[in-house]
Structures are given as C-alpha cells and as structure tokens.
C-alpha cells in the first residue's frame, strides 16, 4: 500500500528565511503533485512533477522530484507572509485503479 | 470559467437523515472525484468517474453512501442514512483526463452531522 508522508507537519518560520518540506513515498511512482490550501478554502494546484530529477519553481517556491529515493521537496525562498497555507504533496498510485494519496500535509506559518 | 461548482456549502443535518451533495465540473472535463477531508484521517479519495462512469469507488466508506453522475455536467453524493462520523468537507474536483492530469478541485461542502 501506498504510504505519503511530509514533514515536518507544521512549520513556523520568520520572513526572509528559507525552508524546504520534505515529501517521502513508500512505493514506485513517477508522478507527484503539490497543492496549496489555505484555511477554510479549497486545494490549488501548484505544481506537477512528471519524471526523476524533474524541477518545477514559481516565484518563491521549488519543487523537486528524485524518484529513485522516492522524495519530493518543496523549497521556499526567502518566505514572506502571503505564503502561509497547508502544502500538501500528492502521489499517483499508478496501475489499473491509479489514485493520487495525498500526504497529511505541511502547516506554514510566516510571521513578521 | 466559473471552476468547480458545489453545492450547498456547509449542510448541517441530524443523525439518521439522508444528504445530498452535488457538483459541476470544470465544462469539458471528462473526469470528476469526490474527495473526504478530515483531521483524522486527511484527505481520501471516495470515487471517481472517467466519462461518467465509476472507475474506482474502492474509497466509498459503507453502503451508506452513494455517487452518481447522470451526465457530464453533474454529480452527485449522497449519505443515507447519515451519522456524526461523516461530519467532513467534502470535495468534487475535475481533470481532463483522468488522475494524473491536474486536479482542479471545488470550494468544498462543510458536513456537521448532529
């Protein structure tokens, strides 16, 4: 069975500084998702990793897939307030009933 | 496009009466999920259709709930009878081409189950 875990869970973090999340997987894929939710709204997609080594960047944000070690990362420059949210990563299960299993997902929070 | 419609937006309903939850997809999408967000257990996946058909309806807690998707258009989840530990919120979300295309997902229905 599929296993996604992130860590950390929650993340507090002063702005300017830089922090990566961490995005492990417990099975073979080749396809992972990251998404954004803020409190109380829906999940926005942020970025799609299709392939071993594959980067992906978006203003402040970078993400990054090895799938031979099986561990996606989410980086964050310089973090400024607006980028406070719940990241969560997503793993394509892949096969005949291929679902995406999402990780418990990452808490931001950029204070002053 | 207006995104993923659903609807209502919070429902709050007593014990043992049934809900329904509905949802228009992204218009020329042909795939569409139902997702179960809770702080226990995160976020699942219930069902999803390809084309209006059910492909995968393994995440469906019990026979207490129930999907449908007469057309392209629309869909819908129900809980018969419903019972407290189904208090959630519930997301539709719709691709073009099934799972590993992205997910646009819908604001969400908020489920209180008294």
């Known amino acids: 069975e599929l296993k996604v875990e992130q860590n950390p869970l929650f993340l507090s973090m002063q702005e300017g500084k830089n922090y990566t999340i961490y995005c492990n997987y417990s099975?073979?894929?080749?396809?992972l998702y990251w998404y954004r939710q803020d409190p109380g709204k829906s999940l926005e997609s942020l970025f799609v990793?299709?392939?071993?080594?594959a980067v992906k960047q978006e203003g402040r944000l970078m993400a990054s897939l090895d799938t031979k070690a099986r561990l996606s990362t989410l980086h964050i420059t310089a973090a400024v307030h607006d980028l406070s949210a719940t990241y969560f990563c997503?793993?394509?299960?892949?096969?005949?009933?291929?679902?995406?299993?999402f990780g418990t997902g990452t808490r931001l929070q950029v204070f002053p | 496009d207006a995104g993923v419609i659903q609807s209502p937006r919070h429902e709050v309903t007593e014990m043992g009466q049934e809900v329904t939850l509905r949802c228009k997809p992204i218009?020329?999408?042909?795939?569409l999920f139902w997702y179960r967000q809770t702080m226990m257990r995160g976020l699942e996946l219930l069902i999803y259709?390809?084309?209006?058909?059910?492909?995968?309806d393994s995440g469906m807690p019990e026979d207490r709930f129930s999907a449908k998707m007469p057309n392209a258009s629309f869909s819908t989840l129900k809980i018969q009878p419903s019972e407290p530990r189904d208090s959630a919120v519930y997301f539709c979300?719709?691709?073009?081409?099934?799972?590993?295309?992205?997910?646009?997902f819908g604001p969400g229905t908020r489920l209180t189950v008294l």
């Open positions: 979300a719709s691709s073009w081409g099934g799972v590993t295309d992205t997910q646009y």
């Open positions: 099975t073979t894929s080749d396809r």
């Open positions: 990793l299709l392939s071993n080594g």
């Open positions: 218009s020329g999408h042909n795939s």
């Open positions: 997503a793993v394509d299960r892949g096969g005949n009933t291929d679902k995406l299993i």
């Open positions: 259709f390809n084309n209006n058909v059910p492909i995968d």
